[in-house]
């Protein structure tokens, strides 16, 4: 899942596993596809071990692996801290209004995937985190 939540745009890619070798593909899509022009691109994400820099080397030559990477600018959320992520906002939207139900196969997986984001993309649906951030965290917020 990548979710650009300024544009309210995101990416789902289906894989048959979560690997460092797939996180490393949707970073190159990242860089090379959605945001070719891009100087620097922000990513947060969660401590998943497959989540690192090195796995960029894993999948790619290491001139093509350093050029990914120079265009990234990645920040971890804290451990136990995921629900500040929006992409697992947005996979947890996913699982409620599209897999909440039996899927038989990968390629019907993929094609209600697809039809799922067109649809919240066309929608331009954004997400303020911020307000469940004030909440759960209102003794880090002072009292006026």
Not at 95 to 114: F, G, H, N, S, Y
Request: charged share 30%; with cysteine.
């Amino acid at each position: 899942m990548m979710f650009a939540p300024l544009e309210g745009k995101r990416h789902v890619k289906v894989t048959d596993q979560r690997t460092k070798v797939n996180w490393a593909y949707c970073m190159k899509d990242l860089v090379g596809v959605h945001y070719p022009q891009a100087e620097k691109i922000t990513v947060v994400l969660d401590n998943l071990n497959t989540h690192k820099p090195a796995s960029l080397y894993e999948a790619f030559a290491p001139e093509k692996a350093r050029r990914i990477n120079g265009k990234l600018d990645f920040h971890y959320t804290p451990k136990h801290g995921s629900w500040l992520n929006m992409a697992e906002i947005e996979f947890s939207v996913l699982a409620r209004q599209c897999l909440d139900r039996r899927i038989p196969d990968q390629a019907t997986l993929k094609r209600e995937v697809a039809a799922w984001q067109n649809t919240r993309n066309a929608q331009s649906v954004k997400v303020d985190w911020r307000k469940d951030a004030r909440i759960k965290l209102r003794k880090l917020y002072p009292s006026i």
